[in-house]
């Protein structure tokens, strides 16, 4: 795993947007997938400017959301679909047909699930993630199984209590739907962002615990492409004091 480590959020942020510019340049019709959440915020940010300006497009590119919750009304603005539309997708020119997104609300979940995983096909060329605080990736808590597809799955206590921050009610979401473990580790790379001293812990536990799906983020030290963003505070417990 590669580890960049940055000294500001702001440094963190352009070479994040950088590198991803750069990919979009080299592969224009690269296949994404996209968290939501509070990490990549001024990413997304910085990224729209970039397609305001000109310096890049997604005209030919696709793009998956990573996951969504459920039990939410469908016009909720902390459902993933609708955050991720407002903090990026309605500022790019990708093309309406190239977001996918999941749907809580079919009733039919499995074959949702398997219809997305047919549509994401090969696999992703690239898949941005954040970092749970006890390990989770997209919505796989620990203990999910690294041959996971996209599922319905159930939201671990710490998680549905860290997500109050997302929403203005207090109806929080007790499952989700997420992309799988198996699909994210077959990526052909990924990127872990990771800012803020509450992020700085569990990124020192993805890189000392044992590799194990008791520690989702764990398992992307196997990965052969993956690399870890770190600002200075999430960082911090990586330099020698
Ligand atoms: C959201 C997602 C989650 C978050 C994680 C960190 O789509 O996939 O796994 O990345 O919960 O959340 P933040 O970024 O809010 O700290």
Not at 39 to 59: H, N
Not at 146 to 173: C, G, K, M, Q, W
Not at 178 to 191: A, C, D, F, Q, Y
Request: proline share 6%; hydrophobic share 40%.
């Amino acid at each position: 795993m590669n580890l960049l480590r940055f000294d500001s959020e702001e440094s963190w942020i352009a070479k994040v947007v950088s590198l991803w510019r750069d990919r979009l340049r080299t592969t224009p019709d690269l296949t994404m997938c996209l968290p939501t959440g509070t990490t990549p915020l001024r990413v997304y940010a910085e990224m729209a400017r970039s397609v305001g300006v000109g310096l890049v497009s997604f005209a030919r590119a696709r793009v998956f959301v990573l996951d969504e919750f459920g039990g939410l009304a469908a016009d909720d603005p902390g459902r993933t679909r609708n955050t991720l539309r407002h903090q990026l997708i309605d500022a790019i020119d990708l093309p309406p047909p190239a977001f996918h997104f999941l749907d809580p609300d079919i009733p039919d979940v499995t074959r949702h699930c398997k219809a997305y995983d047919a549509a994401i096909g090969d696999g992703f060329d690239l898949v941005l993630l954040g970092i749970g605080l006890n390990g989770h990736l997209g919505m796989n808590e620990p203990g999910s199984p690294s041959d996971s597809t996209t599922r319905r799955v159930d939201l671990h206590t710490t998680t549905i209590e860290s997500s109050a921050r997302y929403f203005s009610h207090h109806n929080l979401p007790q499952w989700g739907i997420t992309v799988g473990l198996k699909t994210i580790l077959g990526s052909k790379e990924v990127w872990v962002l990771a800012n803020g001293a509450s992020k700085r812990e569990i990124v020192r536990r993805m890189i000392a615990d044992e590799i194990s799906p008791s520690n989702p983020a764990s398992l992307l030290r196997r990965h052969p492409n993956c690399s870890l963003f770190v600002d200075a505070e999430a960082g911090g417990s990586l330099i020698a004091e």
